[in-house]
């Protein structure tokens, strides 16, 4: 009888730490959600950008926008200069 009360124990012991980790790693997943939702003042083109490949790819983009612009702008210039 004692071996069941002590197994009873270890059994209660074991379901309390898993609430506690179950607790820990809520309040880890609430957090996390809250660092990731938008900002009242955030663009909407920034809105969806919740992964650091996504944010680079997306600098990419712009990068080769702003590559492309500068290129067009150079040329329109050059044949203006002509």
């Known amino acids: 009888n004692l071996d069941c009360v002590e197994k009873k124990k270890i ?3 074991e379901v309390l730490l898993e609430r506690e980790l179950v607790a820990n790693l809520t ?4 957090r996390l ?4 939702a938008p900002v009242s003042d955030e663009h909407l083109a920034d809105v969806g950008l919740i992964t650091r490949a996504k944010l680079v790819g997306k600098i990419a ?4 926008d702003v590559v492309e612009g500068t290129n067009y702008a ?6 203006q200069l002509m």
């Open 27 to 30: 309040e880890e997943v609430n």
């Open 11 to 13: 059994a209660l012991d």
């Open 74 to 79: 150079f040329e329109n210039v050059k044949e």
């Open 33 to 36: 959600n809250a660092a990731m």
């Open 61 to 64: 983009e712009l990068t080769g």
